[in-house]
């Protein structure tokens, strides 16, 4: 029987970023979810669990490495192995920090609606990409256009769903499957210290680095992380 795998994009981001890895797995049935407009991480996992077959290897990226926990927690049993990239686990910080948190999200959703989702791209990518891939404009232009795909209205679903995430300390505690994590060296907006914290909270978990890589490890450098993935997979097979 086909194993399955699941891809999970993150905020704003659908199947592009997926697509060196499908490639590398063609004995798997790969399946990447659309959240359409969902505006809860827990909706969006149940969504998950709603529209996938019934037990697949759980992949997921930035944001959709949360809704992966989020499947997890709920339908423990649907998940053989997973994988979390460049993703978090903890809900918005209070106080200050939070409220920075809430200001940042909403005044790139001003920019969307005033002057659209391009708009968006070019000030999101300054600090998502690893600085050398800047200077690279074709494969910006590949986030700009997967990010042209969304909409203000998908945006400010995701942004309610991030602001309102939940904390996923008791679900990393809990884990029980073999679980990979995945970090660009260089990611500035989920950094390789919070990816070594996850491990540590997580039973015999697994950490790869990957180098000059900056957030959108599997467009950055998809080799590296294909390898990764790949030999981790056999390890657990």
């Known amino acids: ?116 989702m391009r708009a968006v791209g070019e000030r999101w990518v300054q600090g998502m990409v690893h600085p050398a891939r800047l200077q690279q404009p074709d494969f910006i232009e590949s986030i700009l256009v997967m990010l042209e795909r969304k909409t203000p209205t998908i945006f400010a679903a995701q942004i309610r769903a991030l602001l309102n995430r939940p904390d996923a300390t008791p679900v990393l505690q809990q884990l029980s499957c073999p679980t990979l994590l995945i970090c660009g060296r260089d990611d500035s907006w989920s950094p390789l210290a919070r990816h070594q914290d996850m491990a540590a909270l997580v039973a015999n978990a697994e950490l790869a680095v990957i180098e000059n890589s900056g957030h959108m490890s599997t467009m950055e450098q998809p080799q590296a992380v294909n390898q990764a993935l790949l030999q981790w997979l056999q390890k657990h097979s």
Request: hydrophobic share 40%.
């Open 1 to 116: 029987m086909t194993a399955n795998v699941v891809f999970l994009p993150g905020l704003l981001c659908d199947g592009a970023v997926w697509t060196e890895q499908q490639a590398a797995l063609p004995d798997y049935s790969c399946h990447i979810v659309s959240y359409g407009e969902l505006d809860s991480i827990e909706a969006m996992a149940r969504h998950v669990l709603d529209t996938c077959p019934e037990r697949f290897v759980l992949v997921g990226h930035s944001m959709g490495g949360r809704i992966a926990l989020d499947v997890v927690r709920q339908a423990p049993q649907r998940v053989s192995h997973l994988v979390l990239l460049d993703s978090g686990y903890q809900a918005r910080a209070e106080g200050e920090a939070g409220e920075q948190e809430k200001a940042g999200r909403m005044a790139l959703l001003e920019l969307a609606r005033s002057r659209g």
